[in-house]
């Protein structure tokens, strides 16, 4: 049986509680009902971003950590660390924070403290523009300091991924970035002789071009011709003979006749004990042989 149009006007309508409420209520109560909600809306939005943000910021915070110990892990298999430079106190010399001093290994710039060589000013300048006050990589090769106990170190500006590859070696050693520049040198002292094919292979480089000591031609270089260095700086020095092996000694390169001994003496050719000193080490000059920490004999 159908209902009558009578019957569905008199049927009551469902109000919702919203309608409810707001029965009764004037246009100004209602307005600010409404901007209420709006408002309760909002903040809740801003409470929901405000924990996105901190998620993401503790997930960053996470992976940065995560990233540290990694490079942490990697510099210690790779026998690399970490240090800041406080103070520079020549082209090839700096001092830590902690107080101890490095010396750069395989390199040599020209002088500019004891005496005044030729760049030697700019070496050292160039050394404090991308060194003091950075943090940096220290890596050792053999040795572990020089008679002055200055630390003997490979300084590196980035940490690698591969300490022996060569663009690395190029871009991130600080050793390396001071030969390519012309700021130093090739001098390798065995057994500390880990790059130093590398460093003659960038001393000819910087040489062939020009580039900074090496535009003033001999009087900018601290040792003397290249060509000799070359031969010098992969020699391997042998261990001091006992009387049970033979007497020989190694023979120098051409023009390197300056003898090193195991006191830290060193003794040009003419000199009393030349003849009976067995070298360690030979030197070009006894400015080498001075900057490798060697004094000249008392008498």
């Known amino acids: 049986m159908g209902v009558s149009s009578t019957e569905q006007a008199s049927t009551p309508v469902k109000e919702t509680s919203e309608e409810v409420e707001s029965a009764g209520l ?3 109560e209602k307005l600010a009902q409404e901007e209420e909600a709006i408002a309760q809306k909002e903040a809740e939005e801003k409470a929901k971003l405000e924990e996105q943000k901190k998620a993401e910021e503790k997930a960053e915070q996470e992976a940065l950590k995560k990233a540290e110990e990694q490079k942490l892990a990697a510099a210690e298999e790779m026998g690399l660390v970490a240090a ?8 090839d010399t700096v001092e830590l924070s902690d107080g101890s001093k490095v010396r750069l290994i395989g390199v040599n710039t020209p002088e500019s403290t004891t005496r005044t060589e030729e760049y030697g000013k700019e070496a050292s300048d160039y050394t404090k523009s991308k060194l003091e006050g950075k943090e940096v990589w220290l890596q050792k090769d053999v040795s572990e300091a020089d008679r002055y106990n200055r630390l003997l170190r490979i300084i590196w500006m980035e940490l690698p991924s591969n300490v022996m590859d060569e663009n690395e070696i190029k871009t991130k050693m600080f050793n390396a970035d001071l030969v390519l520049n012309g700021y130093a040198e090739p001098s390798t002292y ?4 880990k790059y130093s094919e590398q460093f003659v292979k960038f001393a000819r480089e910087a040489r062939n071009q020009g580039t900074g000591l090496w535009a003033y031609g001999e009087s900018g270089t601290t040792k003397g011709d290249l060509d000799q260095k070359e031969v010098a700086a992969t020699k391997t020095v042998e261990p001091p003979k006992t009387q049970e092996t033979t007497t020989t000694e190694s023979k120098p390169a051409p023009a390197c006749d300056i003898k090193g001994n195991q006191s830290g003496i060193y003794h040009v050719p003419g000199s009393t004990y030349y003849d009976r000193t067995k070298a360690e080490v030979w030197f070009c000059s006894v400015e080498e ?9 008392k008498r």
């Open 84 to 91: 800041t430079i406080s103070r520079v106190v020549d082209g």
């Open 26 to 28: 004037t246009e100004e």
């Open 289 to 297: 042989a001075e900057a490798a920490g060697y004094r000249a004999p």
């Open 190 to 193: 065995p057994p500390d002789v």
